[in-house]
Structure formats: C-alpha cells, structure tokens
T-cell receptor, first 109, second 114 residues
Framework: GQNIDQPTEMTATEGAIVQINCTYQ??????LFWYQQHAGEAPTFLSY????GLEEKGRFSSFLSRSKGYSYLLLKELQMKDSASYLC??????????FGSGTRLQVQP | NAGVTQTPKFRVLKTGQSMTLLCAQD?????MYWYRQDPGMGLRLIHY???????AKGEVPDGYNVSRLKKQNFLLGLESAAPSQTSVYFC?????????????FGDGTRLSIL
C-alpha cells in the first residue's frame, strides 16, 4: 500500500517564507512531484525530485530525502496569488501518480 | 494550444442515468488518466491508459468504464450514476514511457448526481 501525509491547512503572511511538508510510505518509490491547484482550477506542475537534495525554481524550492521518506516545498517571498492547495504526489512501480490529500495555503496581508 | 480539454464542464444527473465524459489531448501523449477529486481526499485514480486500445484499473474503478479508441481521446462512462459519484473529475495526460514526466491536467468536469 501507499500512504502520503501532508498538513491539511497552513496560513502565512505576505512576503514571508513557508515550508509545506510531505511524508510518504510507498513500495517501489521512483520520484516525487509537487503540484499547485487554485480553487476551482486544474492542478499545475511545480517541481519534481528523484534524487536526494534541493531543487530550486525561482521563488519555489523542493527538497527530497529518500531514506527518510520526506519532502518539503519551500515558498519564498509569498504573494497573495500563492493562496492555493499544494499537492504532493509520488510515482512508484505503477504507471500513475499517487496523491496526498493536499495542503491548503492561505496567504494573509 | 489547447492541451487537455474536458467536456462537459458541468453536469447534473439523476440517479440511474448514464453519461460519458470526454477527454481530448493534442500533445500526442501516450498515457492518459482519469481521476476524481473529493473534499479532503485528494485526487484518486479511476482508470488509466498507456496507449491506444489499452486501459487499466486504478484505485477506485467500480462503477466506471473507459475506452481509448483513438490516441487523443479517453472516455469515462458512468452506466448507472449514483450519488456517491458526485465529484470533480480530472483527466490528465503525459508523454513517453518515463513515469517521471509531469502529467498535464484538464480543467475538470463537475458532476452532481441527485
């Protein structure tokens, strides 16, 4: 079986930094994706990690530790438009993604 | 530059009615997927396809059927709709045989079963 855990909700202030954690227990782990989903919209791809370490893309960074079954998404210089759900998803031996329940981030002025 | 297109965008059905959701992609992707998204439960895989003429069951396939007669289209059918199938349905596609390619999602179909 597969189990992916994320916090349900987080609140942060505009201009600040927030870290969204994801822990997973899976068999045959290949890699981990982060998606962003605004309310009422489709998920959009943010980042992908297959090796241990940090991947940086502008204001967004994602970290993976395969030995600990742990990842985080780091959002810097938060903007109001970053208010959205952030979905952690893992790929295993199957040909599809397994998603966590998502973390709803609210950015306040 | 359409990407993944889902039709219809909204639909209300009565229990027992049938309908088909259509997903079309113009990116020549081999792999296509149908997910449902319910509050607090994230995206769950219903069925998927690794190429024209092939389909496979996902995590929650009961009550649904699919067909991939053409590479660009993936159809999801509900033969006898039930209130438990009220959900937002997303279609996705990705390229190649590398599972680590990102999936591209359609805008979703919001389905209510009364």
């Amino acid at each position: 079986g597969q189990n992916i855990d994320q916090p349900t909700e987080m609140t942060a202030t505009e201009g600040a930094i927030v870290q969204i954690n994801c822990t997973y227990q899976t068999s045959g782990f290949n890699g981990l994706f982060w998606y962003q989903q605004h309310a009422g919209e489709a998920p959009t791809f943010l980042s992908y990690n297959v090796l241990d370490g940090l991947e940086e893309k502008g204001r967004f960074s994602s970290f993976l530790s395969r030995s600990k079954g742990y990842s985080y998404l780091l959002l810097k210089e938060l903007q109001m438009k970053d208010s959205a759900s952030y979905l952690c998803a893992v790929t295993t031996g199957r040909r599809a993604l397994t998603f966590g329940s998502g973390t709803r981030l609210q950015v306040q002025p | 530059n359409a990407g993944v297109t889902q039709t219809p965008k909204f639909r209300v059905l009565k229990t027992g009615q049938s309908m088909t959701l259509l997903c079309a992609q113009d990116m020549n992707h081999e792999y296509m997927y149908w997910y449902r998204q319910d509050p607090g439960m994230g995206l769950r895989l219903i069925h998927y396809s690794v190429g024209e003429g092939t389909t496979a069951k996902g995590e929650v396939p009961d009550g649904y059927n699919v067909s991939r007669l053409k590479k660009q289209n993936f159809l999801l059918g509900l033969e006898s709709a039930a209130p438990s199938q009220t959900s937002v349905y997303f279609c996705a596609s990705r390229s190649g045989t590398d599972i680590n390619q990102p999936q591209h999602f359609g805008d979703g179909t919001r389905l209510s079963i009364l």
